[in-house]
């Protein structure tokens, strides 16, 4: 049976008191909002890969140079989730609570509606497919509770990493923007476009639900 993903009345789809879940959880991973608890380990998640995320991520070159500028970033983070801005910023945990990584929810446009996606990870949670797992289960939200039309991931042409993760997503390659953005150092970049929609999704949910019906037996069984 076909799913509806446009099924709401419309008045529903300007609605921005929608909440995004408290906590999603996958195999492995938490999904939550951040909390002032995170401070310490936020920071020395990016502080210990700032070097990688310095390449294509601008606010890791001038932010969180230390556990205030953290501490402030989550203060505001938690302010937008509280007063039910568009902009949402998450924290990824493994099961038992250590910090691996980042998502955020962007550039919301509730008249289509769509919704961008913009992640990173510490080096040390690289090479594991947690990226693909977070990415899986944050677009199942929005196509579901937030009934989007169209996710979009951008970025930088060599930052081949982020868009592995949107291929094996399944996400389309809708294009390249030249000389569309500055990289951190200011040199002129590229950007690739990818998006995913509701009638795609429906083709690949199957394989989603085995991608994570396997990463749940491989936890059993660690």
């Not at 008249?111 to 080096?123: H, I, K, N, Q, T």
């Not at 399944?170 to 923007?177: A, K, Q, V």
Request: glycine share 8%; proline share 3%.
């Amino acid at each position: 049976m076909r799913r509806c993903f446009h099924s709401r009345k419309s008045s529903t789809l300007t609605d921005r008191r929608t909440r995004f879940p408290e906590r999603l959880e996958t195999p492995r991973l938490v999904i939550r909002p951040y909390a002032i608890g995170d401070v310490e380990a936020l920071f020395n998640a990016i502080n210990g890969s700032r070097e990688t995320l310095k390449q294509f991520l601008p606010w890791a070159e001038t932010g969180h140079l230390d556990q205030a500028n953290t501490r402030q970033f989550i203060v505001q983070a938690l302010h937008r989730w509280q007063v039910h801005e568009d902009m949402l910023s998450l924290v990824i945990t493994g099961h038992r609570g250590d910090l691996l990584g980042g998502i955020g929810l962007q550039a919301i446009n509730w008249s289509v509606p769509r919704v961008e996606l913009g992640y990173w990870l510490a080096d040390r949670s690289a090479g594991h497919g947690i990226m693909q797992e977070t990415v899986r289960a944050v677009s199942r939200v929005c196509l579901s509770q937030f009934r989007v039309a169209r996710i979009e991931i951008r970025c930088d042409v060599r930052n081949w990493r982020s868009a592995r993760v949107a291929e094996r997503c399944g996400f389309h390659l809708d294009g390249t923007l030249r000389h569309f953005g500055r990289s951190p150092i200011g040199a002129l970049t590229d950007v690739q476009v990818w998006s995913l929609t509701p009638e795609e999704f429906i083709a690949i949910e199957g394989e989603w639900d085995a991608q994570d019906s396997a990463l749940r037996t491989v936890g059993q069984h660690a």
